[in-house]
């Protein structure tokens, strides 16, 4: 039994169903499940002397996420989730922004842009953002581009490397990335990636629960924010500090809920134990042979089948009453974008992608 088989026997879940459902929901690891349970315990019998000595792990959190990502401690922010951290943020973006989007992109990530006094202009891709992005540039300057790396109805991949060659060639263009589908899936080097603004909630391939999400900033964001948030928290617990609040705490006004954010800290040590190399490798091998299966059922567009790389998700057409029948064999998913999205993480393995393939072919719109 090799370690990442091990892994699985940690996740209930597996044991009950074949689980491809973590562009919706990450699992709980039955390690962090006790972690809780203790601090719970804790503050039962401990109340506020428990809680103002577990304030320490939000600093602790903050330090681990610095060393997983790459990025400075005292340039990451914790958020409750992305969508609450980038509408504070941009309350701070100068209005008339140009801002360029993805069609169909996370609706917490294009919304907030689209109801905000920025000239949006929003990008029919077809499958090739990355064209699109670099045709629109070409016509004519955007002072933010805004996307998902992975994109959430049907897992489509943008290359950390595109954003790190974009920025080079317009070093004027901020990169604001939502990387919830994209972290703890796959490795990435923030100080090395390009992007201005990274940010993501914890609850998916992160396995880090609800409740806990994070900002990234690269050195010269700062400048391109006028963030006005404010709050007992930025500055706690020096009141002095109202008039001097570092950039990243403007997102932090409010208390955090230091069990979500323990639990991001529990998980991001369990995704370090199996190592973070490894898991990346996994989930590409694992993605092109997924990619394989079904694009051998004929199940995927010849645009997604042609790029080189892809995420761990997968959107597959139902021609009605498919998605009920694999609900039926205990296959979990989502209903999305008006197909049947499909998402495999480190915990799945080549045996549940056997599964699927088998139940496809039985059923309605049977292959």
Known sequence: MDHFERFRTHFPVLTQYTYLNTAAWGLLHDG????????????????????????????QTRGHLGRFFNCPADRISLCPN???GLNILLEGLQP?????????????????FETRDFSVKTLSHGGEPEAKI????????ADVLALSLVQWVDGLLVSPKFLKDLKASHPDLI???????????????????????????????LLGGNGNGFFLFSQGAESRFGVRATGFNAVAPDLSRKHNIPFPRKLEPGHLDTLSFGSLD?????????????????NRELSRKVKEALGSLSL??????????????YNIPDPGGRYDHLKEEGIVCSFRGGGIRLSFHCYNTLNDLDR????????????
Do not use: C
């Open 32 to 59: 962090l499940l006790e972690w809780r349970q203790e601090y719970d315990l804790d503050f039962l019998i401990g109340g506020s002397l428990m809680k103002m000595e577990a304030l320490k792990v939000l600093e």
């Open 175 to 205: 990169i604001i990335a939502d990387a919830t589908q994209f972290a703890g899936a796959f490795m990435l080097d923030f100080e090395d990636s390009g992007i201005d603004v990274l940010g993501a909630s914890g609850y998916k391939w």
């Open 82 to 84: 992305f969508s609450l």
């Open 356 to 367: 699927l393939v088998d139940v496809l072919k039985s059923g309605p719109g049977a292959l």
């Open 134 to 141: 670099l045709e629109s540039l070409a016509e004519g300057p």
């Open 300 to 313: 995927l567009d010849d645009t997604l089948l042609q790029r080189q790389s892809h995420s761990t998700i």
């Open 266 to 282: 529990y998980s991001l040590g369990i995704l370090e134990t199996l190592g973070m190399e490894e898991v990346d490798r996994y």
């Open 96 to 112: 008339r922004s140009r801002v360029l989007l993805l069609e169909g992109d996370y609706p917490s990530l294009n919304w907030p």
